[in-house]
């Protein structure tokens, strides 16, 4: 087991996937994740790492699990987090990802997660967000297992251009 607080920072403002993240990163977060374990182990869960620290959960398509996952997570780094319900926002009446991008960006969080399920939103969301942003799965990338096991068994996500 790892002490979470001997670990290097993760290099990185946003996390949108792991295409980019050299081997390094990788073995980092999976240390991170290993440290996560054994604090979730013990009596007491809460920790102090992000305390004084906003995190939104944005999440366009309804994922019970995977925002549970990110949210108790937040909590127990000592986060407050706020789940977004998009089903009753401003984006239900029109409002642009770019809009609700800017929105957010001026209500300053400091951790942005985002799910949608079209591929490169989350990315657009990146290009107007100064925060630390993380990818809640990009359905179109295949970024999750779950989404893999889909694609193993034929249901393949549109495909990203990478232009």
Do not use: W
């Not at 997570?73 to 990802?97: C, F, H, I």
């Amino acid at each position: 087991m790892t002490d979470a607080l001997a670990l290097p920072l993760f290099p990185h403002r946003h996390l949108l996937g792991i295409r980019d993240l050299s081997p390094a990163d990788i073995d980092l977060l999976l240390a991170r994740a290993d440290a996560a374990v054994a604090v979730s182990r013990q009596n007491e869960k809460k920790l102090s790492t992000l305390r004084g620290r906003t995190q939104i959960n944005l999440f366009y398509e309804a994922s019970t699990r995977t925002q549970s996952s990110f949210e108790l997570a937040g909590k127990r780094l000592g986060a407050d987090v706020m789940n977004m319900s998009v089903a009753s926002s401003s984006v239900k009446k029109g409002e642009t990802l770019i809009d609700t991008a800017m929105t957010l960006n001026a209500m300053r969080p400091d951790i942005l997660i985002i799910r949608h399920g079209s591929a490169g939103a989350v990315y657009q969301h990146g290009l107007y967000v100064c925060r630390a942003l993380v990818d809640g799965q990009d359905v179109g990338r295949a970024a999750t297992p779950s989404s893999r096991h889909r694609v193993r068994r034929g249901n393949t996500p549109p495909s990203r251009s990478t232009s």
